[in-house]
C-alpha cells in the first residue's frame, strides 16, 4: 500500500520562475506534471525567513492557494456544412495549463429553453481533431431554419464558460432568375432559366405551370427540365399558335419548395406584311416582282400567294415563275398580262401559324417609247442638215426603229434614219436586282435645203408596244455670217489706211469674202484696195484690207460685211480717220539763258502715220511777231521733246515766244502757252539765312549759310558778308569780320553757300548782311540780327540713378571699391547745345574730378534727351559725399550745382 501510495503522490514541480514583481507581491509560475489516475488538486508556497520556511498570503479571490484553471469560453465558432436537417461546426478550445479540456458539450435553444444537441450517432459527436479544434455534426433539425447554438469545454478542474452563435440549416431553393424563351414554334416554346442549388441541398426538381382564365396548372412538357450546371431548360407544346402565355417555374429540394418566377411568352406568329415590294423587270405581258419578308421566329414562312386585282375582285396571279425564296428575297414572275397597263398586285406568306397579312403594290408592264431626248444638229450646212438624238430604251420592251421628218413647204416628209452603233442584247437574268434599261444613239440626214433657212424637225421611237410621242425642236441650215466685231486700224497714214477685223464663220458656211464701201456724198461706194488686191484672211476669223485715196487729215464713213454660200451677211459701220496735222506744243521751257541768247525746249506728239518734220520759233518784239534768229535750229531731243537756240536778244529784257509743228499733213496751230522771260541780269538778294555756334580752339565759331540762285547765262561769283562793329567816336560800320581758317564765303553746292566767322563773343547781339555778285552786277543786300548764345544753363536734379545703382564694383585696374550711379538734367541753349558735362567729388582737402567706371565720361541717356549720367567708383561704403556738376557748351562753361549723396 505504501508503495501504491507513493507511485500517485505528486512529482517535484520545475521551473520556478517570477511572472511579476511589486512592491509588495510576487507573481510566481511552475510547472507541474499529474499523476496518472490521481491529478493535482492544489500547490503549496512557502517562503523562507531567517530561522525556517512558513507559508505565503496569497492575493486570489478565493484565497485558495496556486490551482489549476477550468477552460475558457470557445472562439472561432463557425458552420462547416450545411444540411436541409442540420449542420456541422467548428470551435476553438484553448487548454489551460496542467488541465487540458476533455470533453464539450453541445445545446440548442428552443422556444423556451435550451436542450442537447442530436448528433446522430457516434461520429456526430464533439471531438478534438487537431491541436485545439473541436468538430461536431448536429442533426434532427427543420430546414430553412435559423437556431441559436451554445458550446462549453469540461477539464479536471470543471466547465469552462459558454460561446453562443446563430447558424441556419440549408435554404429552400432561390426563385429562378433569367427566365426566358430560347426557341418558339407554333405549339410551344422551349424555356430557359437561371437557378443554382442552396448549400447542402440541391435542387431536386423543377416544377413548371402554365396559367389558365382561372387558375394555374401544370404545363404538357415534350421534355421534362433538365439541368446543366445551373442552366435548366424544359420544352411545353400543346399550345395554340401566336397566343402569349403566362409561365412560371420554381425548385425543388429536400428543405422544401422555392419561389415562383413568372414570365409572359408568345408561340409563334404567321408571317408579317411584306417589306420592300418592288419590279424587278417589267415585260410587255408581265411583270418581275420581288419581296422581302422575314421569319417568324420558330415558323419559317413556307409558301407566298400572290393575286391581281381584276375590275371586280382579286383573282390568282397567272404565274410563269412561282413564289420562290432567293436568299432573303422572294421572287415571281407574272404573265398574260396587257402592255402599257397597270395592274394593282398583292402577296402574303403563310406558315404554319397561318395566313399573314397582305401588301398591295402597283405596277406597269412595258410602255411604249418616251419621247427622244437630247435632239441636235450634228452637221449643218447651206443645203442639209443632219440630226441626232438619243432614245431611252423601255425596260422588257426594246427599241425596234425610229422615225424622223422635216416639215417643208407645209408637209411633214420623212428621211431615212440610222442606227449608231449595234443594238444592245437584251439582259435576260431571272435574278436581276437592278433595271434594265439601254441608251441608243440614232442620227438622220435631210437634203435639199435652202441657206439660211429655218425647219422643224420631229422624232419618234417605236418598240413591241407601239410608237411613242414625238421630239420636235427647229433647226436652221448653215446661216450668212455675223456683223464684223470691231475694225481696227492698225497703220495710219495721210492717204492711206491698213484694217483688220474680226467675223465670225457661221457652222457649216464659212466666209468666203469680205466687201468695203466708204461713204460718198451721193452714197456708199467700193473702197479702192491696194494694188486692187482683195480683203484677205490673215489668221483664225482676222481679215486685213488696205484702203488708199483718202484725204489727210480727215474722218472717213466705212463699213465691211462677210459673204459664204448662203449669202452676204451684215454690215458694220465704223468711223475712221487719217493720219492728222500735229497739235500745238506744250511745256515751252527756257532750258538755258544767256545775256543775249536764250535755249528753248517744249513738248510734242507726232500724229500717228505723219511724224513731225519740222517747228517755227516766232519771238514777240514791240507789238509784232516775227521769225527767231536761230543759233541752233528746231531740232529733236528725244521722249517727244524738240529744242532750239535763239540769238539777238537784249540783255535784261522781257520776251514772248511761241512755236508750231510741221508734218506732211500740214502746219499745226501755235501754242497756247507763252513764256514770258527775262535775259540774264543781276543776282537776287541772298536768302534762307541759317546759323550756328560751334566751339573752337580760342572760342566760339559761328558757322553762317544762305542760298543765292544763279541768273541764267549769269552765274554768282562771290559773295560778300560784312558785320556791324560799334565805336566809341563812330556810329556803327560794316566791316568784313575775321573768318576762320578755310572760313571765307564759298559756294558748297547748287545754290548753297557758306562762312565760318570767329572772334565773336558769347551773349552778344550780332548784325550781319550778305551780298551776291555776278558778271552783271551786285545784289541787294540781305541783313539779319541775332545774339550769340551765353554760357549754357546750370544742371539740376543730382541724384542717385534710379535705373543702375551699383552697390560693389570690381575694376580690373582699379580692384575691389565703392561706386555709384548718378543721374542729372541740362537744357540745351538756343543754337549751342551742351557739349559734355564736368563731375567734381569733395575729397578731403578740396574738390576731384570724379574717377568713372571703365573711364567712362558722362553721356547723355538718349542724343535728343536733356538727362545725363555717369557712374562714379572709389568711394567709400556708408559714407556720404558731396558732388558738384556743371555744363559745358560751345559758349563756355556753366556754374556748377552741388548736391550731396549716400552712398
Not at 423601255?394 to 411633214?412: D, K, M, S
Not at 553721356?859 to 555744363?887: I, Q
Given at each position: 500500500?505504501?508503495?501504491a501510495?507513493?507511485?500517485?503522490l505528486?512529482?517535484?514541480?520545475?521551473?520556478?520562475?517570477?511572472?511579476?514583481?511589486?512592491p509588495?507581491?510576487?507573481?510566481?509560475?511552475?510547472d507541474l506534471a499529474?499523476?496518472?489516475?490521481s491529478p493535482?488538486?492544489?500547490?503549496?508556497v512557502?517562503?523562507?525567513?531567517?530561522w525556517?520556511?512558513s507559508s505565503?498570503?496569497?492575493?486570489?479571490?478565493?484565497?485558495?492557494g496556486?490551482?489549476?484553471a477550468?477552460?475558457?469560453?470557445?472562439?472561432?465558432?463557425?458552420?462547416?456544412?450545411?444540411?436541409h436537417n442540420?449542420?456541422?461546426?467548428e470551435?476553438?478550445?484553448?487548454d489551460?495549463?496542467?488541465?487540458a479540456?476533455l470533453?464539450?458539450?453541445?445545446?440548442?435553444?428552443?422556444?423556451f429553453?435550451w436542450?442537447y444537441a442530436d448528433h446522430?450517432?457516434?461520429?456526430g459527436?464533439?471531438?478534438?481533431c487537431?491541436?485545439?479544434i473541436?468538430?461536431?455534426r448536429?442533426?434532427g433539425?427543420?430546414?430553412n431554419?435559423?437556431y441559436?447554438?451554445?458550446v462549453?469545454?469540461?477539464?479536471a478542474?470543471?466547465?469552462g464558460?459558454w460561446l453562443?452563435?446563430p447558424?441556419?440549416?440549408?435554404?429552400?431553393?432561390?426563385?429562378?432568375?433569367?427566365?426566358?424563351?430560347?426557341?418558339r414554334?407554333s405549339?410551344?416554346?422551349?424555356i430557359?432559366w437561371?437557378?443554382?442549388?442552396?448549400?447542402?441541398?440541391?435542387i431536386?426538381?423543377?416544377?413548371?405551370?402554365?396559367?389558365?382564365s382561372?387558375?394555374?396548372?401544370?404545363?404538357?412538357?415534350?421534355i421534362a427540365?433538365a439541368?446543366?450546371?445551373?442552366?435548366?431548360?424544359a420544352?411545353v407544346v400543346?399550345?395554340t399558335?401566336?397566343?402569349s402565355y403566362?409561365?412560371?417555374?420554381r425548385?425543388?429540394?429536400?428543405a422544401?419548395?422555392g419561389?415562383?418566377t413568372q414570365?409572359r411568352?408568345?408561340?409563334s406568329k404567321?408571317?408579317s406584311?411584306p417589306v420592300?415590294v418592288k419590279c424587278?423587270?417589267?415585260?410587255?405581258?408581265g411583270?418581275?416582282?420581288e419581296?422581302?419578308?422575314d421569319d417568324p421566329d420558330?415558323?419559317?414562312?413556307a409558301?407566298?400567294e400572290?393575286e391581281?386585282?381584276?375590275p371586280?375582285?382579286?383573282?390568282?396571279?397567272?404565274?410563269?415563275l412561282?413564289p420562290t425564296?432567293?436568299d432573303?428575297?422572294w421572287?415571281a414572275?407574272?404573265?398574260?398580262?396587257?402592255?402599257?397597263t397597270s395592274?394593282?398586285?398583292r402577296v402574303?406568306?403563310?406558315?404554319a401559324?397561318g395566313d399573314?397579312p397582305?401588301?398591295?403594290?402597283?405596277f406597269q408592264?412595258?410602255?411604249?417609247?418616251?419621247?427622244p431626248?437630247?435632239?441636235s444638229c450634228?452637221q449643218?450646212?447651206?443645203?442639209?442638215l443632219?440630226?441626232?438624238w438619243q432614245?431611252?430604251?423601255?425596260?422588257?420592251a426594246?427599241?425596234?426603229?425610229?422615225?424622223a421628218q422635216?416639215?417643208?413647204?407645209?408637209?411633214?416628209?420623212?428621211?431615212g434614219?440610222?442606227?449608231?452603233g449595234?443594238?444592245p442584247?437584251?439582259?435576260?437574268?431571272?435574278?436581276?436586282s437592278e433595271?434594265?434599261?439601254?441608251?441608243?444613239?440614232w442620227?438622220?440626214?435631210?437634203?435639199?435645203?435652202?441657206?439660211?433657212t429655218?425647219?422643224?424637225?420631229?422624232v419618234r421611237?417605236?418598240?413591241?408596244?407601239?410608237p411613242g410621242?414625238?421630239?420636235?425642236q427647229?433647226?436652221?441650215?448653215?446661216?450668212?455670217?455675223?456683223a464684223?466685231v470691231?475694225v481696227?486700224?492698225?497703220?495710219?497714214?495721210?492717204?492711206k489706211l491698213?484694217?483688220?477685223?474680226?467675223i465670225?464663220d457661221p457652222?457649216?458656211?464659212?466666209?468666203?469674202?469680205c466687201e468695203?464701201q466708204?461713204a460718198?456724198?451721193?452714197?456708199?461706194?467700193?473702197a479702192m484696195?491696194e494694188?486692187?488686191?482683195?480683203?484677205?484672211r490673215?489668221?483664225?476669223n482676222?481679215?486685213?484690207?488696205?484702203?488708199?485715196?483718202?484725204?489727210?487729215?480727215?474722218?472717213?464713213?466705212?463699213?465691211?460685211r462677210?459673204?459664204?454660200a448662203?449669202g452676204?451677211?451684215?454690215?458694220l459701220q465704223?468711223a475712221l480717220?487719217?493720219?492728222?496735222r500735229p497739235?500745238?506744243?506744250?511745256?515751252?521751257t527756257?532750258?538755258e539763258l544767256?545775256v543775249?541768247k536764250?535755249?528753248?525746249?517744249w513738248?510734242?506728239?507726232d500724229p500717228v502715220g505723219?511724224?513731225?518734220t519740222?517747228?517755227?520759233?516766232?519771238v514777240?518784239?514791240?507789238?509784232?511777231?516775227?521769225?527767231?534768229a536761230?543759233?541752233i535750229e528746231?531740232?529733236?531731243l528725244?521722249e517727244g521733246r524738240?529744242?532750239?537756240k535763239?540769238?539777238?536778244l537784249?540783255?535784261?529784257?522781257?520776251?514772248e515766244?511761241r512755236?508750231r509743228?510741221?508734218?506732211?499733213?500740214?502746219?499745226g496751230p501755235?501754242s497756247e502757252n507763252?513764256l514770258?522771260?527775262?535775259?540774264?541780269?543781276?543776282?537776287?538778294?541772298?536768302r534762307?539765312f541759317?546759323?550756328?555756334?560751334r566751339?573752337?580752339?580760342h572760342g566760339?565759331?559761328?558757322?553762317?549759310?544762305?542760298?543765292?540762285?544763279?541768273?541764267?547765262?549769269?552765274?554768282?561769283?562771290e559773295c560778300?558778308?560784312e558785320?556791324a562793329?560799334?565805336s566809341?567816336f563812330?556810329s556803327s560800320?560794316?566791316?568784313?569780320?575775321?573768318?576762320d581758317t578755310d572760313?571765307m564765303?564759298?559756294?558748297?553746292?547748287?545754290?548753297?553757300?557758306i562762312?565760318?566767322?570767329l572772334?565773336i563773343s558769347?551773349g552778344?547781339?550780332?548784325d550781319v548782311?550778305i551780298g551776291?555778285?555776278?558778271s552783271?552786277?551786285?545784289?541787294?543786300?540781305?541783313?539779319?540780327?541775332?545774339v550769340?548764345p551765353?554760357k549754357p544753363?546750370t544742371?539740376?536734379?543730382?541724384?542717385?540713378?534710379s535705373?543702375?545703382?551699383?552697390?560693389?564694383?570690381?575694376?580690373?585696374?582699379l580692384?575691389?571699391n565703392?561706386?555709384?550711379?548718378l543721374?542729372?538734367?541740362v537744357?540745351?541753349?538756343?543754337?549751342a547745345?551742351?557739349?559734355?558735362c564736368?563731375?567734381?567729388v569733395?575729397?578731403s582737402?578740396?574738390?576731384?574730378?570724379?574717377v568713372?567706371?571703365?573711364?567712362?565720361?558722362?553721356?547723355?541717356?538718349?542724343?535728343?534727351?536733356?538727362?545725363w549720367?555717369?557712374?562714379?567708383v572709389?568711394?567709400?561704403?556708408?559714407c556720404?559725399y558731396d558732388f558738384r556738376?556743371r555744363?559745358?557748351?560751345?559758349?563756355?562753361?556753366?556754374?556748377?550745382?552741388?548736391q550731396?549723396?549716400s552712398?
Amino acid at each position: 500500500m505504501g508503495a501504491a501510495s507513493s507511485a500517485n503522490l505528486p512529482p517535484q514541480a520545475s521551473g520556478l520562475r517570477c511572472k511579476a514583481l511589486e512592491p509588495t507581491a510576487l507573481l510566481l509560475e511552475w510547472d507541474l506534471a499529474d499523476p496518472e489516475e490521481s491529478p493535482v488538486t492544489h500547490c503549496e508556497v512557502q517562503l523562507a525567513s531567517s530561522w525556517s520556511w512558513s507559508s505565503v498570503a496569497f492575493a486570489l479571490e478565493d484565497a485558495v492557494g496556486p490551482r489549476r484553471a477550468r477552460p475558457e469560453a470557445p472562439s472561432d465558432l463557425a458552420c462547416t456544412a450545411r444540411r436541409h436537417n442540420g449542420f456541422d461546426i467548428e470551435w476553438q478550445v484553448l487548454d489551460p495549463p496542467g488541465a487540458a479540456a476533455l470533453s464539450c458539450e453541445i445545446q440548442i435553444g428552443g422556444s423556451f429553453a435550451w436542450g442537447y444537441a442530436d448528433h446522430g450517432d457516434d461520429e456526430g459527436l464533439p471531438r478534438r481533431c487537431e491541436n485545439n479544434i473541436w468538430r461536431a455534426r448536429i442533426v434532427g433539425l427543420q430546414g430553412n431554419t435559423a437556431y441559436e447554438v451554445r458550446v462549453r469545454a469540461s477539464n479536471a478542474v470543471g466547465e469552462g464558460g459558454w460561446l453562443q452563435q446563430p447558424f441556419k440549416s440549408s435554404d429552400v431553393p432561390l426563385a429562378p432568375a433569367e427566365l426566358t424563351c430560347s426557341n418558339r414554334n407554333s405549339d410551344g416554346f422551349d424555356i430557359e432559366w437561371m437557378m443554382p442549388d442552396p448549400d447542402g441541398a440541391p435542387i431536386s426538381v423543377c416544377d413548371v405551370e402554365i396559367a389558365s382564365s382561372l387558375s394555374w396548372h401544370a404545363a404538357m412538357l415534350s421534355i421534362a427540365p433538365a439541368r446543366r450546371n445551373d442552366r435548366w431548360r424544359a420544352t411545353v407544346v400543346g399550345l395554340t399558335a401566336a397566343t402569349s402565355y403566362d409561365v412560371r417555374v420554381r425548385g425543388r429540394n429536400a428543405a422544401g419548395e422555392g419561389m415562383w418566377t413568372q414570365n409572359r411568352f408568345t408561340t409563334s406568329k404567321p408571317p408579317s406584311t411584306p417589306v420592300k415590294v418592288k419590279c424587278r423587270r417589267r415585260r410587255t405581258d408581265g411583270l418581275d416582282i420581288e419581296w422581302a419578308l422575314d421569319d417568324p421566329d420558330g415558323a419559317p414562312v413556307a409558301e407566298c400567294e400572290v393575286e391581281v386585282a381584276s375590275p371586280l375582285s382579286w383573282r390568282k396571279a397567272s404565274l410563269s415563275l412561282v413564289p420562290t425564296r432567293v436568299d432573303d428575297r422572294w421572287h415571281a414572275r407574272l404573265a398574260g398580262l396587257a402592255g402599257a397597263t397597270s395592274y394593282d398586285v398583292r402577296v402574303r406568306g403563310k406558315n404554319a401559324a397561318g395566313d399573314g397579312p397582305w401588301v398591295q403594290q402597283r405596277f406597269q408592264t412595258s410602255d411604249c417609247p418616251s419621247p427622244p431626248q437630247g435632239l441636235s444638229c450634228t452637221q449643218r450646212a447651206p443645203n442639209e442638215l443632219s440630226v441626232r438624238w438619243q432614245v431611252l430604251g423601255v425596260e422588257g420592251a426594246p427599241t425596234l426603229g425610229c422615225e424622223a421628218q422635216i416639215f417643208q413647204n407645209g408637209y411633214w416628209i420623212g428621211t431615212g434614219v440610222k442606227r449608231q452603233g449595234s443594238r444592245p442584247q437584251s439582259k435576260e437574268n431571272d435574278h436581276a436586282s437592278e433595271e434594265d434599261v439601254d441608251v441608243e444613239d440614232w442620227s438622220a440626214t435631210f437634203v435639199g435645203l435652202d441657206g439660211a433657212t429655218d425647219y422643224e424637225v420631229r422624232v419618234r421611237a417605236c418598240n413591241s408596244v407601239g410608237p411613242g410621242e414625238w421630239c420636235e425642236q427647229s433647226f436652221s441650215t448653215a446661216w450668212t455670217p455675223p456683223a464684223p466685231v470691231a475694225v481696227n486700224c492698225i497703220e495710219r497714214l495721210p492717204d492711206k489706211l491698213v484694217l483688220e477685223w474680226d467675223i465670225a464663220d457661221p457652222e457649216g458656211a464659212e466666209v468666203t469674202n469680205c466687201e468695203l464701201q466708204l461713204a460718198g456724198t451721193m452714197g456708199w461706194y467700193s473702197a479702192m484696195i491696194e494694188a486692187e488686191q482683195k480683203p484677205t484672211r490673215c489668221t483664225g476669223n482676222t481679215w486685213r484690207a488696205s484702203i488708199t485715196g483718202l484725204p489727210p487729215d480727215a474722218d472717213q464713213q466705212l463699213r465691211v460685211r462677210g459673204r459664204n454660200a448662203s449669202g452676204p451677211g451684215a454690215w458694220l459701220q465704223q468711223a475712221l480717220r487719217t493720219s492728222d496735222r500735229p497739235g500745238p506744243p506744250w511745256e515751252l521751257t527756257a532750258a538755258e539763258l544767256w545775256v543775249d541768247k536764250i535755249s528753248l525746249e517744249w513738248q510734242v506728239q507726232d500724229p500717228v502715220g505723219a511724224p513731225l518734220t519740222s517747228c517755227d520759233v516766232q519771238v514777240r518784239t514791240a507789238m509784232f511777231w516775227s521769225t527767231a534768229a536761230y543759233e541752233i535750229e528746231p531740232r529733236p531731243l528725244g521722249e517727244g521733246r524738240w529744242g532750239a537756240k535763239v540769238a539777238g536778244l537784249t540783255p535784261d529784257t522781257s520776251v514772248e515766244f511761241r512755236i508750231r509743228c510741221v508734218n506732211t499733213c500740214g502746219t499745226g496751230p501755235w501754242s497756247e502757252n507763252i513764256l514770258a522771260g527775262i535775259t540774264p541780269g543781276t543776282p537776287e538778294k541772298p536768302r534762307s539765312f541759317t546759323w550756328r555756334v560751334r566751339p573752337g580752339p580760342h572760342g566760339p565759331r559761328l558757322e553762317l549759310a544762305w542760298q543765292v540762285p544763279d541768273p541764267g547765262g549769269a552765274k554768282v561769283t562771290e559773295c560778300t558778308l560784312e558785320i556791324a562793329k560799334e565805336s566809341m567816336f563812330l556810329s556803327s560800320r560794316w566791316a568784313a569780320p575775321e573768318f576762320d581758317t578755310d572760313g571765307m564765303p564759298k559756294r558748297t553746292q547748287d545754290n548753297q553757300w557758306i562762312a565760318t566767322v570767329l572772334g565773336i563773343s558769347a551773349g552778344t547781339e550780332c548784325d550781319v548782311r550778305i551780298g551776291a555778285q555776278n558778271s552783271i552786277g551786285k545784289s541787294l543786300y540781305y541783313r539779319a540780327r541775332f545774339v550769340v548764345p551765353g554760357k549754357p544753363a546750370t544742371p539740376s536734379e543730382l541724384c542717385r540713378s534710379s535705373k543702375s545703382f551699383i552697390s560693389r564694383l570690381v575694376s580690373p585696374r582699379l580692384g575691389a571699391n565703392e561706386g555709384v550711379s548718378l543721374q542729372w538734367l541740362v537744357d540745351d541753349s538756343p543754337k549751342a547745345e551742351v557739349l559734355q558735362c564736368d563731375l567734381q567729388v569733395y575729397v578731403s582737402p578740396g574738390w576731384k574730378p570724379a574717377v568713372f567706371l571703365h573711364g567712362e565720361e558722362p553721356n547723355r541717356v538718349s542724343p535728343d534727351e536733356k538727362n545725363w549720367r555717369a557712374t562714379v567708383v572709389n568711394l567709400s561704403a556708408g559714407c556720404t559725399y558731396d558732388f558738384r556738376v556743371r555744363a559745358v557748351s560751345a559758349a563756355g562753361e556753366g556754374e556748377w550745382y552741388q548736391q550731396r549723396i549716400s552712398v
